[in-house]
Each structure stands twice: as C-alpha cells, then as structure tokens.
C-alpha cells in the first residue's frame, strides 16, 4: 500500500482529499491528513477506511520527520512559509514532494541534492501558481510551432465571487489561505512592460494597478504579482519586450487595501502583548503617530491616510470593523494574525454565494508570413451551492493527477521544479480538460 502525507487541511485542500480517497482502492493508497487543528483534518477525511487524520504542528521537526519518512508522497498544502522545512525532510529521508506553494530558494538550491536521490520536487502545483504555468506553457509551444513569435505576454489568475449575487462591500471572500491574502504584494513586484523593467515595492503594490477587461465578467483591476521576469527562462521567453503576471480583483478592493498596507497592519514580524484580549481600535491606535491625540480614531486615521473621512475607503475599513471595541480573541499574537482572523469573520463564503476562478494569458504575436495577431485565453470556473468551491477543485485536481502520475510511474523526472516540463503539463491538463476545466480562445488581428 502507497501511503500518501497530506500536510494541510486547510480550504484548498478539501477536493485534492476527497479525490484521493475516491481512488484510495483502485490506486491502493492509504492517505493520511496532517493538520494542526485535528477537528479540520478530521473533516476532510471522515470516515473513509483507507483514510486517517492526525494532528500534527509542522514546526514539530521530530514529528513531521517521522511522518515524512513513513510516506510513499507528501502532498504539501501548508502555507509557503513552512516549504523549506518540508522540502528539506523530503530530500533527506529520499521522498518525493508536490506542493502548492511558490518554489522558493533553499527548494532551488536542493535541485542538485534531489536529482542525487532520485526524487521530485515539485513546486507551483495548484491553480495559480500551476494551471496559470501549464496552461500558458501548452499555449506558448503551441504558437511557437505555428512559426509564431510571442512579444509580449501577460498572464492574470483570481479567486473572487461570482457576479451577479449578493456581495459585500468588498466584493471579496476568502477561499484559500486568508494569511496570504493579508500578505498579498509583501515581497513587492517586479515586470517588463514594453522593454522597460518596473519595479513595485510592496507599499506601492495595490496602489500601482490597471484595468484588465475580462470577456463573460467585465472590467476588473489588476496588479501585479510578484517576480515575473523569474519566469521569462522557465517560459522560454527571454526576447519578449512585455512579461507581465497579475491578481485580478474587483475594482474598488486595492484602493482600500492599500490603505491596510499603509497603515501597516499586514505584519507578522512585530508582537503585540495580550492581543486576542485587545479590541480592533486599540490595535489601530498602536498604528497612528503619537502626536496624533485626541478626537475619533475614525477620524484620526483617514486625517493620518489623507483621506475623505466620508468617503467609500473609510466605509470599508468601518464595515471591516477595525475601529470596533470588541475584543479580538485571535490566535497569534501579531497585526497579520489580527487581520486574518478579521477576513475570516468578515468575508467568509457564505452557503448562498459562489466563488470563481479566473485565469486569463494574453499573447502579442507576429509572423513571418502574415499579419500578427493578439490571442486571449481565457479560464473560468464557478463553484457550486453546497459543492466544492472553484478553488477548492482547481488547486486540488492538478495534485491529484500529479499523485497518480507519480505513483503509476509516468512522471520520471527528478530535480527541483515547476510544472513548465511538457512531461508534467500535458497529462495533467489533458485529465483537467477531460474533468471539464478548458480555456476559451479568442483572436484578433495585432494592430500596428
């Protein structure tokens, strides 16, 4: 029996579970689900026979070292900041892991180690990173072999409500890890826009955006996320003169979250004494200059952001409830921890509304022997009422596959990397297709 670690129990990774055990039999795989809170493992797998949740605190290095040496694959959900740890165990104990997360360095930098042990590490398995990587792959070779020259590229993914229901004022709910879209644009960004290298630090990030038109949803806002001139080589697309990857939200969501950023409440770094017995304001307080005494906190703030004290930013930072004296009662003890239990309370999805998933390349190609053209690619996908969200199914169907793949022998390759090997893409999306998850094309001359 292949026995399959699951590290994280959290949103994400409901349908990659369920997909599992589905096959448990047929596959003779034993899945076992490891998550701090025992009560969320314990849902995910119920009471499947070939199934087991345990609670287990991945800073627990005896622990997670045992349970990873135990397993035949291990499936990383956990948040990126614990990817090192697992990677490290991984290549140590000889284990081949599949990850949603971004590769970060130290998972490079084993690339070596983990070809001497024969084993994959595989990183940005999900929906974005994944699907937005194999996708845009599958298409890019697609042009090229048409004598297609690409000249620019530009790839956007989101998780937001459907349109058309009931929204909040944000038009936003959390269905993935809410700690990472509190830290959403820490790391700032970088692009190439039209030959010329931009750079967005991370305070400017959600006030640097665009409008993207998104054919079946609308207008959105876009900004840009994290390093994509690091996937010009990955894509083989070093002579392009636009590399552009980007979050696409409602507009109205970035003109607020940016006054979040500047008032500084996306840190993890600082600890706040006492904080779950603290209310919001007093939090917020800790945050405004001390020459700033005296007066409204509401008023304070918007003085201190420079902004309309009436106006529709400060409506949302009051709806949020970051000026209420209610005690917090988080866990964690940092502003990071403050906002994100505030997002799961506050834009939590409701059993009435859907999510949506949106993956969107836009390609400027010329030809030799014809006129250019832009190409569109476009992903959506709703959740269903009382179903699996989209988010759920798109970044769990692709490690899914990628499990089965792995364990039946047809995925060979060793090394530290990221689904842009057609060895890796090609299945994985010709399952996806067949499961109904398929992009809509459109074509346009390129003007001149």
Same mark, same amino acid.
């Given at each position: 029996?292949?026995?399959?670690?699951?590290?994280?129990?959290? *949103?994400?990774?409901?349908?990659?579970?369920?997909?599992?055990?589905?096959?448990?039999?047929?596959? !003779?795989?034993?899945? %076992?689900?490891?998550?701090?809170?025992?009560?969320?493992?314990?849902?995910?797998?119920?009471?499947?026979?070939? =199934? $087991?949740?345990?609670?287990?605190?991945?800073? !627990?290095?005896?622990?997670?070292?045992?349970?990873?040496?135990?397993?035949?694959?291990?499936?990383?959900?956990?948040?990126? $900041?614990?990817?090192?740890?697992?990677?490290?165990?991984?290549?140590?104990?000889?284990?081949?892991?599949?990850?949603?997360?971004?590769?970060?360095?130290?998972?490079?930098?084993?690339?070596?180690?983990?070809?001497?042990?024969?084993?994959?590490?595989?990183?940005?398995?999900?929906?974005?990173?994944?699907?937005?990587?194999?996708?845009?792959?599958?298409?890019? &070779? &697609?042009? *090229?072999?048409?004598?297609?020259?690409?000249?620019?590229? #530009?790839?956007?993914?989101?998780?937001?409500?459907?349109?058309?229901?009931?929204?909040?004022?944000?038009?936003?709910?959390?269905?993935?890890?809410?700690?990472?879209?509190?830290?959403?644009?820490?790391?700032?960004?970088?692009?190439?826009?039209?030959?010329?290298?931009?750079?967005?630090?991370?305070?400017?990030?959600?006030?640097?955006?665009?409008?993207? !038109?998104?054919? =079946?949803?609308?207008?959105?806002?876009?900004?840009?996320?994290?390093?994509?001139?690091?996937?010009?080589?990955?894509?083989?697309?070093?002579?392009?003169?636009?590399?552009?990857?980007? %979050?696409?939200?409602?507009?109205?969501?970035?003109?607020?979250?940016?006054?979040?950023? #500047?008032?500084?409440?996306?840190?993890?770094?600082?600890?706040?004494?006492?904080?779950?017995?603290?209310?919001?304001?007093?939090?917020?307080?800790?945050?405004?200059?001390?020459?700033?005494?005296?007066?409204?906190?509401?008023?304070?703030?918007?003085?201190?952001?420079?902004?309309?004290?009436?106006?529709?930013?400060?409506?949302?930072?009051?709806?949020?409830?970051?000026?209420? !004296?209610?005690?917090?009662?988080?866990?964690?003890?940092?502003?990071?921890?403050?906002?994100?239990?505030?997002?799961?309370?506050?834009?939590?999805?409701?059993?009435?509304?859907?999510?949506?998933?949106?993956?969107?390349?836009?390609?400027?190609?010329?030809? $030799?022997? #014809?006129?250019?053209?832009?190409?569109?690619? %476009?992903?959506?996908?709703?959740?269903?009422?009382?179903?699996?969200?989209?988010?759920?199914?798109?970044?769990?169907?692709?490690?899914?596959?990628?499990?089965?793949?792995?364990?039946? =022998?047809?995925?060979?390759?060793?090394?530290? @990397?990221?689904?842009?090997?057609?060895?890796?893409?090609?299945?994985? @999306?010709?399952?996806?297709? $067949?499961?109904?998850?398929?992009?809509?094309?459109? &074509?346009?001359?390129?003007? %001149?």
């Amino acid at each position: 029996m292949k026995n399959i670690l699951v590290l994280g129990a959290g *949103q994400s990774s409901a349908y990659l579970i369920s997909s599992l055990l589905e096959d448990a039999v047929a596959e !003779d795989l034993f899945v %076992t689900v490891g998550d701090r809170d025992l009560e969320t493992a314990r849902a995910c797998v119920g009471e499947h026979p070939r =199934g $087991a949740a345990m609670q287990l605190d991945i800073n !627990d290095a005896g622990l997670r070292s045992a349970e990873i040496e135990r397993s035949t694959i291990v499936v990383n959900m956990l948040p990126a $900041a614990f990817h090192n740890l697992v990677s490290w165990d991984c290549v140590a104990h000889g284990r081949d892991m599949l990850s949603v997360s971004y590769r970060d360095q130290t998972t490079r930098d084993l690339d070596l180690d983990a070809k001497r042990r024969g084993i994959l590490l595989l990183s940005e398995l999900g929906l974005d990173p994944g699907l937005d990587h194999m996708s845009a792959m599958a298409l890019i &070779r &697609r042009v *090229q072999a048409d004598g297609g020259r690409i000249v620019a590229f #530009r790839s956007y993914g989101s998780g937001i409500p459907a349109p058309n229901q009931p929204h909040n004022p944000l038009r936003y709910v959390v269905t993935w890890d809410p700690r990472n879209v509190v830290m959403a644009g820490e790391a700032g960004a970088q692009y190439l826009d039209d030959g010329d290298i931009k750079i967005v630090p991370f305070h400017h990030v959600f006030q640097h955006t665009w409008p993207c !038109d998104v054919e =079946g949803i609308g207008r959105l806002e876009a900004y840009a996320n994290r390093d994509a001139l690091s996937y010009m080589q990955s894509f083989g697309l070093e002579h392009v003169k636009t590399m552009i990857r980007g %979050t696409l939200r409602y507009p109205g969501w970035s003109e607020t979250w940016t006054q979040i950023v #500047r008032l500084g409440l996306p840190n993890e770094t600082l600890r706040i004494p006492g904080l779950a017995v603290r209310s919001y304001a007093e939090v917020v307080e800790m945050f405004l200059p001390r020459d700033m005494r005296g007066g409204p906190i509401e008023q304070r703030t918007a003085h201190f952001l420079q902004i309309s004290p009436t106006g529709r930013i400060m409506e949302n930072l009051r709806w949020l409830g970051l000026f209420s !004296d209610e005690p917090i009662g988080c866990q964690g003890d940092t502003s990071c921890a403050m906002m994100v239990h505030l997002l799961q309370q506050k834009l939590p999805l409701s059993s009435d509304v859907r999510d949506l998933v949106l993956l969107v390349h836009e390609l400027e190609v010329t030809y $030799a022997d #014809r006129p250019g053209e832009r190409i569109t690619s %476009t992903f959506a996908l709703e959740g269903t009422l009382g179903g699996p969200t989209a988010m759920s199914r798109t970044v769990g169907l692709p490690v899914a596959i990628a499990v089965k793949l792995k364990l039946r =022998g047809e995925l060979s390759l060793t090394g530290s @990397l990221i689904p842009t090997h057609p060895a890796i893409y090609e299945p994985i @999306l010709a399952e996806t297709e $067949a499961a109904g998850l398929h992009f809509v094309e459109r &074509r346009e001359p390129l003007s %001149t």
